[in-house]
Nanobody, 125 residues
């Protein structure tokens, strides 16, 4: 089972930027698509962004398109989420996850096989 550790969360003012990282264990990291999800208090976990195993294909929720960028470095077994122009509504715990199936892109929580512990992002107005 792959282990995932997120980092990079924090408190930023609206309009600010953060870069989240998700470090993965395991020798088959590049075989799996990865996704970022977030969960605000009292709300369901929602899709934010996903990236194919090679990094050649990326997908975004409409709410973050144009502001967030997902990328990965397979040599470092790490996936990133660059978040720019942050808004108070981006406040949530952010989680990375691997696809449950190698060929699938995880665009819903049900498609995730392994989760990290999460990192908190708080955007002040």
């Amino acid at each position: 089972q792959v282990q995932l550790i997120e980092s990079g969360g924090g408190l930023v003012p609206a309009g600010g930027s953060l870069r989240l990282s998700c470090a993965a264990s395991g020798r088959t990291f590049s075989a799996y698509a990865m996704g970022w999800f977030r969960q605000a208090p009292g709300k369901e976990r929602e899709f934010v962004a996903a990236i194919s195993g090679s990094g050649g294909n990326t997908f975004y929720a409409d709410s973050v398109k144009g502001r967030f960028t997902i990328s990965r470095d397979n040599a470092k077994n790490t996936v990133y989420l660059q978040m720019n122009s942050l808004k108070p509504e981006d406040t949530a715990a952010y989680y990375c996850g691997t696809s449950r199936v190698i060929i699938a892109i995880p665009r819903s929580p049900s498609m995730v096989g392994s989760w990290g512990q999460g990192t908190q992002v708080t955007v002040s107005s």
